[in-house]
């Protein structure tokens, strides 16, 4: 059995040897070094002020009273631990049998803790306890724990340590110890609770930094906006950039140029009663959604909500980019158009067709008996529109049911020679200088030799009614596609018609492919020769592209692909699929 002591330990602890910590160690930088001291030095004075100089400083008779607080904690140093644990379970943990795991778990916390207190009591100067406390506050687990824990977690070291002063120490050197002892917990509580403060303001700045940075790297623009006035108190990059976009970077914008302005100020005047209106509907319901509201060149569907900070509220707006979705639906709605159009124009071409080849055999019937030139003349006039309206119907038919393209290895350069050889008595290409710039080494193509020849014809003549009444040149081009050139891995090459003509305006240049959708004067085409070349492009799995200025010319480039490369993927993809 064992005795209590007047203290209330069981036995009292070895004295005289130096207690080492078994906690991983600490390494403070100096900037840490430096915050403890000075904090440390400001609680000093304070406590100083407080109990007087006898009591807590750093004069040689304070030093001594400290050694002897530090003196009898060692002594009782494990009865002290044990009644410290004993008076935590009972406050803080309770009685489970997971808190009392806890409490085993907490006790090597505990020594560590007491040692190192013990440390700073003979050397005032000794901050280490504080370097773990501050850390701890910051990432172990008083930053889990409530700064109330902390403040009871201490008030039981304080009684237990004034117990065992008073059992065993009286008179006026017991008063000195015990006012130290306290003056010396209060430091330390005094200590986390600036960490505490700091610790916290840390992980505020670090909240703050994390919500600013989502914002601000968030794809979507995103606008913080005062309630009522409407100005914009915050936006992102996303919106930065939008805005830059829009003016089409005719100078950079920067936040504090677009902060402060009102919303309202940075759409155009048709669309700002619409703004203001949805601004309206976010402070009386709560929140807002506007679709496809046009940004410049773009479209945003806009959601906006009313948020709650404290006692403060704003607007927040994000715009979701729906540009490629608008461009797909009007995609959709012009293909079903042109579906619905091109069984139209195969029903029209049927129609006409016949009674348009009755009229030409009867006109050419009547033609053979004439013998007045003038009527001649007419008839042959008469001939020459039926054969114009002829082409025009075949261009709908095919059009409206294209035929499969019968694809194999190409040799281009031929078929470009031969296709120069056609057009060379035809009278469009009067004074036009045609020179082709043909790759000697050039890949044969996997297409439709006849398809190719009819989208070159196409590209040629449409370069001649765009030539300049002199000096003017076409070129056809051909090369090689170079390592590295396009995201494309397989070997292609590149076909290019290039004249130096009137050149297509740059508003007109996204829908030349249109069906029916022509610059020439009424007369002079449908508008169904481009919109062809495409179609017939795509079905030989190329691309078309026109690159066009006003005054200088158009370019337009065609990409197939090399037959050697085509042929192996297909052989390749035939020989998986069995």
Not at 18 to 25: F, I, L, Q, S
Not at 39 to 50: G, K, T, V, Y
Not at 83 to 99: D, F, K, N, V, Y
Not at 371 to 396: A, F, N, Y
Request: net charge negative; hydrophobic share 40%.
């Amino acid at each position: 059995m064992k005795l209590s002591l007047a203290c209330g330990c069981c036995r009292p602890s070895k004295s005289k040897i130096h207690r080492e910590t078994n906690d991983p160690p600490i390494e403070a930088t100096p900037e840490e070094l430096l915050a403890i001291r000075g904090q440390l030095a400001e609680i000093e004075q304070s406590l100083s002020r407080l109990w007087g100089e006898t009591i807590w400083s750093r004069t040689p008779e304070c030093i001594q009273i400290r050694a002897e607080a530090a003196d009898l904690i060692d002594r009782h140093f494990d009865g002290i631990v044990d009644q410290w644990g004993e008076a935590i379970t009972a406050i803080i943990h309770g009685h489970s049998q997971h808190e009392e795991n806890n409490r085993k778990d907490s006790k090597d916390t505990m020594v560590n803790s007491l040692i190192r207190f013990i440390d700073h009591l003979r050397d005032p100067d000794n901050v280490c306890t504080y370097v773990y406390l501050r850390r701890h506050c910051q990432e172990g687990m008083l930053a889990r724990a409530k700064p109330s824990q902390f403040n009871v977690i201490h008030i039981a070291l304080k009684q237990i340590v004034l117990n065992h002063i008073k059992s065993t120490m009286t008179g006026p050197a017991m008063e000195r110890v015990r006012d130290l002892m306290v003056a010396a917990i209060d430091e330390r509580r005094l200590m986390v609770s600036q960490f505490y403060i700091e610790s916290r303001e840390r992980m505020l700045r670090e909240s703050e930094e994390k919500y600013r940075n989502t914002i601000d790297h968030a794809p979507d623009p995103m606008y913080e906006i005062e309630p009522h006035t409407w100005v914009v108190m915050g936006l992102n990059a996303a919106a930065l950039r939008l805005h830059q976009l829009e003016t089409e970077h005719d100078h950079d914008h920067s936040k504090m140029e677009i902060i402060g302005k009102t919303v309202p100020d940075l759409v155009p005047p048709e669309l700002r009663q619409s703004v203001v209106d949805s601004l309206e509907t976010v402070l009386r319901d709560g929140s807002a959604q506007t679709q496809e509201f046009p940004v410049g060149p773009f479209f945003f569907d806009v959601n906006s909500a009313l948020i709650t900070y404290g006692k403060k509220q704003f607007i927040q707006m994000i715009l979701r980019d729906v540009t490629q979705r608008r461009e797909m639906l009007d995609s959709l709605l012009k293909a079903e158009r042109l579906a619905a159009a091109g069984t139209f124009a195969a029903g029209v071409a049927h129609e006409v067709n016949n009674p348009l080849a009755s009229i030409s055999s009867l006109v050419q019937s009547i033609l053979t008996g004439e013998k007045d030139p003038e009527r001649r003349t007419t008839m042959h006039t008469i001939l020459s529109q039926i054969t114009r309206i002829s082409s025009t119907l075949k261009d709908l038919v095919n059009f409206a049911r294209p035929t499969t393209a019968q694809r194999k290895p190409v040799d281009v350069n031929g078929l470009i020679a031969e296709t120069l050889r056609l057009i060379t008595y035809n009278k469009r290409f009067s004074g036009i200088r045609v020179e082709p710039i043909l790759a000697p080494d050039l890949r044969r193509a996997f297409a439709d030799d006849n398809e190719i020849q009819q989208v070159l014809l196409n590209l040629l003549f449409n370069a001649a009614d765009a030539a300049p009444a002199e000096g003017a040149v076409i070129k056809v081009i051909t090369e090689n596609q170079r390592p590295g050139q396009g995201g494309d891995k397989s070997r292609r090459i590149f076909i290019k018609v290039v004249d130096n003509g009137i050149g297509i305006p740059r508003e007109h240049l996204e829908r030349v492919f249109d069906p029916f959708f022509t610059t020439k004067p009424a007369g002079a085409g449908v508008g169904l020769g481009l919109s062809l070349c495409q179609r017939m492009i795509l079905s030989n799995q190329g691309t078309i592209r026109v690159d066009s200025e006003v005054g200088r010319g158009t370019a337009v480039t065609i990409t197939l692909g090399a037959a050697e490369e085509t042929v192996r993927a297909q052989q390749a993809a035939e020989m998986a699929a069995s």
